[in-house]
């Protein structure tokens, strides 16, 4: 097989040819490279921790064990049908394009339109959620080690600019060095985890399998510790959406038609035994609940590591580890979206599509789209000057427009798979347990989505609203706006050789 640095193989080639595009970028990313991307760009067992605060009120850590069960695996399920996918069709655009494929061609191209939104949405509000963890968490460990230090919500607003314009020069500058910056992430994703988990089983106090596994709460005002469950619910699963960032590199990857479901399906397994032994460690080295909640920090996180480690140093440092990779996420985020708003707009999906679709020569990259996803998280990060109420509300937004967008595309396949119409040819498969696994992560994310997006109690405050789903509303009105006066002229879907109809 004929191998190319920037055109990739042979099989690479003729799957752009099928696909109806032209290859622009540098495939510079392998199989090793990939599992570093993709792990350390959703950092699940890193995430985690910064989703304390919030299941700790909604749901304790017995919704954070059992919960983990449940969105471990739907999400598994849902990974495997998005890398079967991804080796039919190895695009950047990832779920609008395969519902363009797999869609009844009535619906083909209205519903690809919406999918090719829901995941631009989802991805750029992903974005400015861990820009703004980064900085409020350094606010954090300046706290921990200067108690006189003022904690004000514009200073994690500054931060979380800052991160923006580190993560700049990363997917600029340095794009070129990607491959090889995600590789050591992965080398200290792996050693971080092994250094906190041990740390914390040795020195950390334990509590009883009752506290830590049946005791549910419900410190967050709701109506029952059902309805707060359902609340806290979103930690589990906010930390396992976005493993389709792989996808929207595949124009990047060597041999993307096998890599890339590879490393799709090798990082879920990772990341999520991962989350399983921090989650078990959470459970019984927490400590007193109460005590890390109220910690002047902001993070019961940071208050759990300094209670285990009983120093200064030792707390800091476990606490950088987390930093550092959630920075290295914000780097990966920065470039998975960026590629998938340029997809989208090469298909001309999204306004000013000419400019969005444009690469620059000199770094070979989508410029346009690495400019507009970090200015939409520099402006994101302003709404916690005003409240941090509502950028948590953002945040939410971005796993159910992304929930949305994985339910949309293995539908389509599920319809297609139903019909009896043939798959394109794959290198790695389902087997027979296709259909199986495609109904399964349908019959899983639709109460997963529903209690994500519906409110929360009756009658409806402003206390109780789920205003992510007010948001969604929004998404979807501005998108159809832009369908009815220019989309539905310039958006035809993605182009297929007929051949794979």
Same mark, same amino acid.
């Given at each position: 097989m004929v191998?190319?640095?920037?055109?990739?193989?042979?099989?690479?080639?003729?799957?752009?040819?099928?696909?109806?595009?032209?290859?622009?970028?540098?495939?510079?990313?392998?199989?090793?490279?990939?599992?570093?991307?993709?792990?350390?760009?959703?950092?699940?067992?890193?995430?985690?921790?910064?989703?304390?605060?919030?299941?700790?009120?909604?749901?304790?850590?017995?919704?954070?064990?059992?919960?983990?069960?449940?969105?471990?695996?739907?999400?598994?399920?849902?990974?495997?049908?998005?890398?079967?996918?991804?080796?039919?069709?190895?695009?950047?655009?990832?779920?609008?394009?395969?519902?363009?494929?797999?869609?009844?061609?009535?619906?083909?191209?209205?519903?690809?339109?919406?999918?090719?939104?829901?995941?631009?949405?989802?991805?750029?509000?992903?974005?400015?959620?861990?820009?703004?963890l980064v900085g409020t968490t350094i606010q954090g460990l300046i706290t921990l080690n200067n108690m006189n230090y003022g904690y004000e919500r514009w200073h994690g607003t500054l931060l979380a600019i800052a991160v923006v314009v580190f993560t700049i020069s990363f997917n600029t500058v340095f794009a070129s060095k990607l491959p090889k910056v995600e590789a050591v992430a992965l080398?200290?994703?792996?050693?971080?985890?092994?250094? +906190? $988990? =041990?740390?914390?089983? &040795?020195?950390?106090?334990?509590?009883? *399998? @009752?506290?830590?596994?049946?005791?549910?709460?419900?410190?967050?005002?709701?109506?029952?510790?059902?309805?707060?469950?359902?609340?806290?619910?979103?930690?589990p699963t906010a930390v396992l959406v976005g493993y389709d960032c792989s996808v929207?590199?595949?124009?990047?990857?060597?041999?993307?038609?096998?890599?890339?479901?590879?490393?799709?399906?090798?990082?879920?397994?990772?990341?999520?035994?991962?989350?399983?032994?921090?989650?078990?460690?959470?459970?019984?080295?927490?400590?007193?609940?109460?005590e890390v909640l109220a910690s002047p920090t902001g993070y019961a996180f940071i208050q759990m590591f300094y209670n285990a480690a009983n120093s200064l140093a030792g707390a800091s440092?476990?606490?950088? +580890? $987390? =930093?550092?990779?959630? &920075?290295?996420?914000?780097?990966?985020? *920065? @470039?998975?979206?960026?590629?998938?708003?340029?997809?989208?707009?090469?298909?001309?999906?999204?306004?000013?599509?000419r400019w969005l679709s444009k690469v620059s020569p000199h770094w070979n990259i989508p410029l346009p789209g690495i400019i507009v996803s970090l200015s939409i998280s520099t402006l994101l990060s302003l709404i916690n000057i005003g409240s941090s109420v509502a950028l948590g509300a953002i945040t939410s937004l971005g796993a159910v427009a992304t929930l949305i967008s994985y339910y949309l595309t293995i539908g389509c396949l599920v319809h297609r798979r139903l019909c009896g119409a043939p798959l394109p040819d794959r290198r790695w498969s389902l087997g027979r347990w296709g259909l199986a696994v495609n109904i399964g992560a349908l019959i899983i994310l639709t109460p997963l989505i529903f209690f994500l997006t519906w409110p929360l109690s009756t009658p409806v405050t402003a206390e109780t609203m789920n205003w992510s789903s007010v948001m969604l509303a929004g998404v979807f009105i501005i998108s159809t706006t832009y369908y009815a006066v220019k989309g539905k002229k310039e958006f035809t879907g993605p182009v297929v050789n007929v051949i794979r109809d």
């Open positions: 191998k190319s640095k920037y055109y990739g193989t042979d099989s690479d080639r003729h799957e752009m040819e099928m696909l109806g595009k032209q290859q622009v970028l540098r495939r510079n990313f392998g199989l090793l490279t990939m599992l570093g991307f993709a792990s350390t760009c959703i950092a699940s067992w890193e995430g985690i921790f910064t989703y304390l605060n919030f299941v700790l009120i909604d749901g304790g850590t017995p919704l954070l064990f059992w919960g983990f069960f449940g969105t471990a695996t739907c999400m598994t399920l849902v990974y495997a049908s998005l890398a079967e996918m991804s080796s039919m069709s190895p695009t950047a655009g990832g779920q609008y394009h395969w519902v363009s494929e797999f869609a009844p061609r009535k619906y083909q191209k209205v519903l690809s339109y919406y999918s090719g939104w829901l995941t631009a949405v989802g991805w750029q509000v992903y974005l400015a959620s861990v820009c703004f080398v200290v994703h792996i050693s971080g985890f092994l250094a +906190i $988990i =041990i740390t914390l089983w &040795a020195t950390a106090p334990r509590r009883s *399998a @009752a506290d830590a596994l049946l005791n549910f709460t419900n410190d967050g005002g709701w109506s029952s510790t059902g309805l707060s469950a359902m609340v806290g619910l979103l930690a929207h590199m595949s124009e990047e990857i060597k041999d993307a038609s096998i890599v890339l479901p590879r490393a799709i399906m090798g990082s879920v397994i990772l990341n999520v035994s991962m989350l399983f032994v921090v989650i078990i460690t959470i459970c019984f080295t927490l400590g007193d609940p109460e440092v476990m606490t950088f +580890i $987390i =930093i550092f990779m959630l &920075a290295i996420c914000a780097v990966s985020e *920065a @470039a998975a979206c960026s590629r998938q708003i340029w997809s989208f707009a090469r298909d001309q999906g999204l306004p000013g599509h």
